[in-house]
């Protein structure tokens, strides 16, 4: 690891000027303490953004319970390897179940974490003859899924339907010739800059184009809309 960063500083790699910082700074932090929205970075006390627990909910005592209650009973890690291979359990259906409940959709698919997630979302959603039109200012993960794809695709101007528009007619040329179909890709909130993807004019241009959606909604689950369902129930289009 250490020769690693090494040739990055060398190199000045990707993080540019920052690279002198880069280990335990702006990559492999090193955080003390219980996990919490409150810890020591560095000998400071710190707020943690860079972890999934804004709230401070994960050492809840009630949390915390039944955590070591359901380690002692079935182990600290089940199934103990890749659930594809090893398998899961009802346990986990069940949370599936209960999570396609909370966002009013037909199922869900549980994966360890989102950057992964939205990689095999869009994997599993395209083949070649497919074209991607997608947000310029979207998050890593979706850059990453759409460097995957095999076939066309194209970026919109952030937000900007009449960018979407033009697009989305290119997009249907190209699909006439592939026989493909388009997929559409936004952010409920922009992980990036805070606001809401214009998720209702996007679903309108279903009544000129056609094309599916994918909206990755890291950031409007469970904080947006009148049941916390997300951006989409928020603009009245989760259906
Ligand atoms: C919009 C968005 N999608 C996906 C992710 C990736 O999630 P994870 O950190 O669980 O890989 C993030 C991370 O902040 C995000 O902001």
Redo the contacts with the bound molecule.
Sequence with gaps: MKDLFARIIENKGPLGKWASQAEGYFVFPKLEGPISNRMKFQGKEVITWSI?DYLGMANLPEIKKVDGETAAEYGAAYPMGARMMSGHTDFHEQLETELADFVHKESSYLL???????LSAIDALVSKDDIIVYDVD?????IDGVRLHMGKRFTFVHNDIESLKKNLERATKMAEQTGGGILVIS??????RGEQGKLKEIVELKKEFNFRLLV????GFGTLGKTGAGAGEEQGVQD
């Excluded at 979207?138 to 979706?142: E, K, V, W, Y």
């Excluded at 990755?216 to 950031?219: G, L, P, R, Y």
């Design positions: 999934n360890n974490f989102g950057y992964q997630g939205i979207s998050h890593a993960c979706i952010e409920g909130v922009f992980g990036m990755d909604d890291a950031h």
